[in-house]
T-cell receptor, first 113, second 111 residues
Framework: KAGVTQTPRYLIKTRGQQVTLSCSPI?????VSWYQQTPGQGLQFLFE???????NKGNFPGRFSGRQFSNSRSEMNVSTLELGDSALYLC????????????FGPGTRLTVT | QKEVEQNSGPLSVPEGAIASLNCTYS??????FFWYRQYSGKSPELIMF????GDKEDGRFTAQLNKASQYVSLLIRDSQPSDSATYLC???????????FGKGTKLTVNP
């Protein structure tokens, strides 16, 4: 069974630009969660989608948004990038919810210059 | 904001020893508990999950949960150099359906 895939794997953007990251969950998994990982803050929850609906949201500004499609694939978007947005962005999928067993993708390493 | 606390380490053990990793959490309503292993430059990998008080064993790994003390631990028996990684404890917040991660404990197993 294929695991969670994320594209692109690496991205370099300039302050003020926007970026869209993509995640394809494990087949049959309907819950997709997004996390930001930085050395200082660790893994922080961004949001979770289930059946195309955002069920939960972490404490991030409105510049961070996401969506989920009918095939459970998900995208997250960050607008007006700031230097502090440089991080590893991880997507995780689960059969039912973000508090059940989640499996992570390889992540997208975003660098903002 | 509910918290999950782990000793940051580093924890260093000799090959063949038992490594003990600990985690405490603040939300009494938490119902699900996970241990992830993260190698440097890689994404977290789920290695254990536990939902009920007591012990759960899987190969060389044992997860222990004590809800009364709000404490969860991971024991790694017969530690191998390949176990050297950062171990993340994650707790499912009661009611909010959010998974809260600790900042991880770095484990080094010395040959």
């Amino acid at each position: 069974k294929a695991g969670v895939t994320q594209t692109p794997r690496y991205l370099i953007k300039t302050r003020g630009q926007q970026v869209t990251l993509s995640c394809s969950p494990i087949s049959g998994h309907r819950s997709v969660s997004w996390y930001q990982q930085t050395p200082g803050q660790g893994l922080q929850f961004l949001f979770e989608y289930f059946s195309e609906t955002q069920r939960n949201k972490g404490n991030f500004p409105g510049r961070f948004s996401g969506r989920q499609f009918s095939n459970s694939r998900s995208e997250m978007n960050v607008s007006t990038l700031e230097l502090g947005d440089s991080a590893l962005y991880l997507c995780a999928s689960s059969r039912s919810s973000s508090t059940a067993e989640q499996y992570f993708g390889p992540g997208t390493r975003l660098t903002v210059t | 904001q509910k918290e999950v606390e782990q000793n940051s380490g580093p924890l260093s053990v000799p090959e063949g020893a038992i490594a003990s990793l600990n985690c405490t959490y603040s939300d009494r309503g938490s119902q699900s508990f996970f241990w992830y292993r993260q190698y440097s430059g890689k994404s977290p990998e789920l290695i254990m999950f536990i939902y009920s008080n007591g012990d759960k064993e899987d190969g060389r790994f044992t997860a222990q949960l004590n809800k009364a003390s709000q404490y969860v631990s991971l024991l790694i028996r017969d530690s191998q150099p390949s176990d050297s990684a950062t171990y993340l404890c994650a707790v499912g917040e009661g009611g909010s359906e959010k998974l809260v991660f600790g900042k991880g404990t770095k484990l080094t197993v010395n040959p």
